[in-house]
C-alpha cells in the first residue's frame, strides 16, 4: 500500500509523533537532528514537511520539496516561511495558531497582575534583598478598570473573559470581527481608537504585519492617560519600543509588561534598564500543555492536508483575508471536511456540487464552494488538488459546481448546507460553528445528528426497529471496534441514522458484516 510521506524537520511533542506513526497510511521520517542540508534529500518525494523555527523555509527548501502538498508551521509565527514562495510552487502553509492560546491568555493576565501591584519587584525585594517594607509595594486593582484589547481574536477575547471575571470593563478594537463577538461577552465593540488610548489598561493581540507594526507610537502615548499600564505579549514590534521607553522613563505609562521585543535574544535592550517595567524572555507559548498541544495539532494537520481531507488554518488562502472577517476561515474548513465525507458516503462519479448558505456566511458562499470541491474530490482525483486547481479540476471532469444564498436559518446563527450529487445518489449535509471554532453537523440527509466532523466515522442507515443498536455495538465489539461516540438520528418515514465514532480505523470485513445486518439500509465509512 503507497503511504503518504511526512518529514519532521524540527522537535516537535512525542505524541505528536505517535500519532504519525500509528496512522497506517503515513510514513514519517523524523529528521529533527539531520543536517539541514541532508534534509533537502528527505523533501524530494515528500507529502508534507512539518518546521518549526529551526529550519528555514526558503528557496532551498523549496526547490527541493517541490512536490510537497503542505507545509505545517509547528506554532504561530510563519517569520521563517517564505509564503509567496510556497504559493508559487502550489504548497499550502499552515500553522497552528491556537494550541499556545491559552498559554499565552493566562501570561497576558500574569504580566496584567504583576504590573498592577509591581510583585516581581516586590518578591526580589525580600526573596533576594531581605528587606520587609510593605508601605512600599502599594498597587492598583484591577476591579473597576478600563481595559483596552486591540485584537479580539482567540488570545484577545479570552483575556476579555478573564478581565471581565475581574470586574474590569473591558473595551474592544477589532475591525475584523463581528461586533457581536465583544459584546455577547459584556465588552464594548468600538471603532474608534481613541476610545483604546482612553483605557487605564491596553494589551495587544495581533499578528505582526505593515498594519500593525509601530501601531503603538509617540503619538499614540501621547494621547494616554497618565499612568496607563501596556502589555504585550503577542509580537515584538507592535509598540514602538523607543516611544515605549520614553513612555516608561517619563512616567506616562505607569509600567509595562513585555514578553515580546523587536530583536531576540533580548538581553541588551534598553528597556531592561528601567524599573517600572516587568519582562519575560517570550514565554507565551511555553507551557507543557501547549507544546503537547502543538505538537499533536501540528501531526494532525499534516496528516489531513497529506490525504487532502483539508488544510486548516491555511495562511495562502486564494481570497483576500483582508477583505473576509476572522470567523469565516473556520468555516472554509469545515466545508472542506463536509465535501471530503459527502463524496465518502457516495462513492460514485461526482455529477453536481452545490453549497448553500444561510446567515452572515451566505456572503462567502463562493470561496467555500472552492474548499467544498477540494474536499470532494481529495480522494478520487487522482491528482495533487489544491485551492488553485480546484475549480480547473472539477469542469475537467465534468462536475457542476453551484451556490446559493438562502435567508437566514430560524435555528443557527450560520449553516452550511453541501449537496452532492453522483451519478447514483444524492447525500446533503448541513453543518454549522458555535462559538467561532466548534464545527458541528446538524444534519445528513434529513436525519437531525449532532456530530464533530473528525475521526473514524461509521454512517449506519437502517431500519427503525428494536435491537439495532444492541446488534451494532455487539458486531463492532467482536471485531475489537471501541465507541467513542454514538449519535443517532431518525425520520417520519421509519428510518434512523447512527453515526458512530470509533477509535480505530475499520475494515471492509466490519463493513460487510454490517451491511448484511437484516435492519441495514446502507453502511459508509470515513476517516476525516
Request: net charge negative.
Amino acid at each position: 500500500m503507497e503511504k503518504f510521506k511526512i518529514v519532521v524537520c524540527d522537535h516537535i511533542h512525542e505524541e505528536g509523533l505517535n500519532i504519525l506513526r500509528r496512522d497506517d497510511k503515513v510514513e514519517m521520517i523524523f529528521a529533527a537532528d539531520m543536517d539541514k542540508t541532508a534534509l533537502l534529500d528527505m523533501l524530494v518525494d515528500a507529502d508534507v514537511a512539518i518546521t518549526r523555527s529551526s529550519t528555514d523555509v526558503d528557496d532551498k527548501f523549496i526547490q527541493a520539496g517541490r512536490g510537497l502538498k503542505a507545509i505545517v508551521r509547528a506554532g504561530v509565527g510563519v517569520d521563517n516561511v517564505d509564503i509567496p514562495g510556497c504559493s508559487k510552487e502550489g504548497i499550502i502553509v499552515m500553522n497552528v495558531p491556537t494550541a499556545n492560546t491559552i498559554a499565552a491568555v493566562e501570561l497576558t493576565m500574569t504580566h496584567m497582575l504583576s504590573c498592577m501591584r509591581m510583585f516581581p519587584y516586590s518578591h526580589d525585594h525580600l526573596k533576594n534583598q531581605r528587606i520587609w517594607k510593605r508601605e512600599k509595594w502599594y498597587g492598583y486593582e484591577l476591579k473597576g478598570k478600563k481595559l483596552g484589547v486591540i485584537g479580539f481574536g482567540n488570545i484577545g477575547s479570552r483575556v476579555g473573559i478573564r478581565s471581565k471575571a475581574f470586574e474590569m470593563d473591558v473595551i474592544a478594537y477589532d475591525p475584523y470581527i463581528h461586533p457581536s463577538k465583544a459584546t455577547d461577552l459584556g465588552a464594548k465593540y468600538t471603532t474608534n481608537f481613541d476610545d483604546i488610548l482612553a483605557c487605564d489598561i491596553i494589551t495587544i493581540h495581533t499578528p505582526k504585519n505593515k498594519e500593525t507594526i509601530g501601531m503603538i507610537g509617540a503619538d499614540e502615548i501621547a494621547k494616554m492617560k497618565d499612568g496607563v499600564v501596556l502589555i504585550n505579549c503577542a509580537r515584538g514590534g507592535l509598540y514602538d519600543e523607543d516611544a515605549l521607553y520614553e513612555g516608561l522613563k517619563s512616567g506616562k505609562i505607569r509600567f509595562a509588561g513585555i514578553d515580546v521585543f523587536n530583536k531576540e535574544p533580548a538581553t541588551d535592550n534598553k528597556l531592561l534598564d528601567l524599573d517600572n517595567i516587568c519582562v519575560s524572555p517570550h514565554l507565551g507559548a511555553n507551557t507543557f500543555e501547549s507544546q503537547y498541544n502543538i505538537g499533536v495539532e501540528a501531526a494532525q494537520q499534516a496528516i489531513e492536508a497529506a490525504k487532502g481531507i483539508a488544510y486548516p488554518h491555511a495562511l495562502n488562502l486564494p481570497i483576500d483575508e483582508t477583505k473576509i472577517p476572522s470567523f469565516v476561515k473556520p468555516f472554509l474548513e469545515m466545508g472542506q471536511k463536509i465535501g471530503f465525507l459527502a463524496s465518502q458516503m457516495n462513492k460514485a462519479p461526482i455529477v453536481s456540487i452545490k453549497v448553500s448558505g444561510r446567515g452572515d456566511i451566505a456572503e462567502y458562499v463562493n470561496s467555500l464552494a472552492t474548499f467544498v470541491t477540494v474536499g470532494a474530490l481529495a480522494d478520487i482525483s487522482g491528482d495533487t488538488i489544491n485551492y488553485v486547481n480546484a475549480d480547473f479540476i472539477a469542469s475537467e471532469r465534468g462536475i457542476k459546481i453551484e451556490t446559493e444564498e438562502l435567508p437566514a436559518s430560524p435555528v443557527y446563527k450560520n449553516l452550511v448546507t453541501v449537496k452532492l450529487t453522483t451519478d447514483k445518489n444524492v447525500i446533503e449535509i448541513s453543518a454549522t460553528m458555535f462559538n467561532d471554532d466548534v464545527q458541528r453537523i446538524v444534519d445528513i440527509n434529513g436525519f437531525g445528528v449532532d456530530v464533530e466532523p473528525k475521526g473514524n466515522m461509521i454512517l449506519f442507515k437502517n431500519t427503525d426497529v428494536p435491537g439495532v443498536i444492541g446488534q451494532v455495538g455487539t458486531l463492532l465489539a467482536a471485531h475489537e471496534v471501541n465507541i467513542a461516540d454514538f449519535r443517532l438520528g431518525r425520520n417520519k418515514s421509519g428510518e434512523a441514522l447512527a453515526v458512530i465514532i470509533v477509535d480505530s480505523v475499520v475494515n471492509d470485513k466490519t463493513l460487510k458484516e454490517l451491511a448484511a445486518l437484516k435492519a441495514c439500509i446502507s453502511v459508509s465509512y470515513a476517516r476525516i
